[in-house]
């Protein structure tokens, strides 16, 4: 299919956050002709692997495209031209009703083939980024290169200021204060930042105690640890709007018992799952605000070394809490925005149920009133 709003194919590229796109032609823009990208490729089937994968809010007229009720969905869009953008692409979605139909037609493989079992990884996880992503497919034996694991421009810019902040402590316990200290700081940040292959920063490396070969995997892990901070910060104003307006939507035409007790309970237990998945994220965070004071206040670099590497481990319980809220705050948005229409009695239990099973996990069990009735 081709879809008339992927014209904004080059709008997104730009502008998109890493959670929300993964960008696999810009991956074989800057990494194709690496001996890493060849040998380790995230997908085996070309058009894949460079495509765009888009964790997309369904449209209402997309909904019966799926066996069961869901919000968002994991859009695979092949670029018609890939030299420019803005002539759209066309798009399948994982695990739509007649998927592996779709993808022998589109891409000629068939339903054993295991760029389906990839594209079914990435449609399990509440949101594509990299620390999450990597985790979940370690976890399901697919061994694609580090170079497929990057924040995207626009978060990279948009986290400079606040990565900054968090690496001042080092930097100062380093060189002291000062002019100089505020322009290390800055170049620092944009290392650690930075995508770049092979861009080694010695004195961070040295700092750290780390082997070369253990470089990359360390400074990985620092920055998951910097963009989880990132985004929990940047989200909670808005998390807080939301739990609250969870708590007081009414939605409009008739209602039975059943549903009207189920919207009232969603309404209180919603809210304080929210607000409680928050404080574990922060929780969990306080692990590496601990490592990294030992770090800075006690100038024990091989504790917060060790932390780094044996930690990747937390992104996906990190990147699994962060991706339901960011994916509750960003539907909210959309669904309740000033011009949106009033929902219904059986659109707002769908969202309810779909926010529960995201906070809960995705194997949870959801009671539905509509079971019952």
């Not at 989200?235 to 018992?257: F, H, K, Q, Y």
């Amino acid at each position: 299919m081709t879809d008339r709003a992927v014209r904004n194919l080059e709008h997104l590229r730009r502008t998109a956050s890493t959670a929300r796109v993964l960008n696999l032609l810009k991956v074989f823009d800057e990494h194709g002709e690496t001996d890493d990208w060849a040998e380790r490729p995230m997908f085996r089937t070309p058009a894949l692997n460079t495509s765009l994968i888009i964790k997309h809010r369904l449209r209402r007229n997309e909904t019966d495209s799926f066996p069961g009720r869901r919000q968002v969905a994991t859009k695979v869009v092949v670029p018609i031209d890939s030299t420019d953008l803005k002539t759209g692409g066309r798009f399948v979605f994982v695990n739509q009703i007649g998927f592996e139909r779709a993808m022998q037609e589109a891409f000629g493989i068939q339903a054993d083939h295991p760029d389906l079992k990839t594209l079914r990884l990435m449609d399990q996880l509440p949101s594509l980024d990299p620390f999450l992503l990597r985790e979940q497919l370690r976890r399901g034996e697919v061994d694609a290169a580090p170079c497929y694991f990057a924040l995207s421009e626009a978060d990279l810019e948009r986290m400079l200021t606040f990565v900054q902040s968090e690496i001042e402590p080092l930097v100062t316990l380093s060189m002291g204060g000062g002019i100089a200290a505020v322009g290390s700081t800055a170049r620092m940040a944009s290392k650690i930042l930075s995508n770049a292959p092979g861009d080694r920063l010695e004195a961070l490396r040295a700092t750290l105690r780390l082997e070369p070969e253990q470089y990359q995997e360390g400074v990985f892990c620092w920055k998951g640890f910097l963009y989880y901070k990132w985004t929990l910060a940047s989200l909670m104003n808005d998390i807080v709007v939301v739990a609250d307006e969870v708590g007081t939507v009414t939605p409009v035409g008739p209602s039975d018992r059943a549903a009207k007790e189920y919207i009232d309970r969603g309404r209180s237990v919603l809210r304080g799952r929210i607000m409680k998945t928050c404080e574990e994220v922060s929780r969990t965070l306080r692990y590496y605000d601990d490592a990294y004071a030992s770090l800075t206040r006690d100038g024990k670099p091989i504790a917060f070394r060790d932390f780094l590497l044996e930690a990747p481990a937390l992104f996906a319980r990190l990147g699994d809490q962060l991706g339901a809220v960011q994916h509750i705050v960003s539907f909210w948005r959309f669904r309740f925005g000033p011009k949106a229409p009033p929902v219904g009695v059986d659109e707002l239990i769908d969202i309810f149920m779909d926010f529960e099973t995201g906070l809960m996990g995705r194997e949870a069990d959801v009671y539905d009133p509509r079971d019952a009735a």
